[in-house]
């Protein structure tokens, strides 16, 4: 059945476990999910990015989840929108069956210029009045992400702040954050601690100089009720990195965020957990391999189904290591 973030976060911080929300853009990535739910007996969370159904098309999209939902009636979906830059984005995403979204006023609207906090707190206060009547939940988002070791946005992925940023937008200010949640109501609050979106997050395994997880632990401590999230959150398995390179692939040396960490904030008020990056880098190493040992095959099938099975045993990781497996 279709469900609400609201309810799966508090189920889930009722029993202590994460997570993880998947990014997709098409019915494989959709199957891939859902077969990983139904092998852990996992609640899921879908998301689609404003990417994500510019590529699909909003009515196709809508179709695809409501398949799913059919096709897998015993388990529990959210279907949430990430990163919504305004007030229109958003009811679009309800009217085409949605039952979340994400008003990231972290940053402007053209979704590269830092917001102010004023602007923030509005348009995150609007969107939730208008979802909240509709019966669908909301993820704000404080603080911009980015990484600490060098102080820029993630543009480099296409989406993400522009240019060089200070301490003090990288990390949400706890106090800041308090006030945030009782200003615009909304159900999940994400937080920046130094991760960005994409694969090249940290030039070394991170350690808390550049992944500042007693952020987290801090908010916690004082929104102890509020569901946090946190993005960027692939963990950029070195073993995808080296066999995408193996076959005529090109990813430089890079980490992401060890799943312990992200363990470690799941104990402490992380209740969903963004990835995209490691599914992307799964299905891409599946379809490299077919391409490099099977010159001759050009039926889609004949890379598209290992690469589900691939991106499907990263999400049953996930949901193992977060806790999600055995709940839906
Ligand atoms: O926000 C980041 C997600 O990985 C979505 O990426 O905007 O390329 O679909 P996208
Ligand atoms: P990754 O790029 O680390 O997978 O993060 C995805 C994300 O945060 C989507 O909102
Ligand atoms: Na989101
Ligand atoms: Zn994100």
Redesign the pocket.
Known sequence: PMITLRQLLDHAAENGYGVPAF?INNMEQGLSVMKAAEATNSPVILQASRGARAYANDAVLAGLIMGLSKAFPEIPLCMHL??GNGLETCATAIQNSFTSVMMDGSLKADGKTPADYAYNADITRRVTEMAHACGVSVEGELGVLGSLETGMGDKEDGHGAEGKLSEDQLLTDPDEAVRFVEETGVDALAIAMGTS??AYKFTRKPDGEILAMHVIEEIHRRLPNTHLVM????SVPEELQQIINAHGGDIRPTW?VPVEEIQRGIRHGVRKV?????NRLAMTAAIRTVFAEKPSEFDPRAYLKPAMAAMQKICEARFEAFGTAGNA
């Open positions: 990014n990430d990163h979106h994409g993005h960027g959150s692939s992401g963004n990835i995209d990056t490691d």
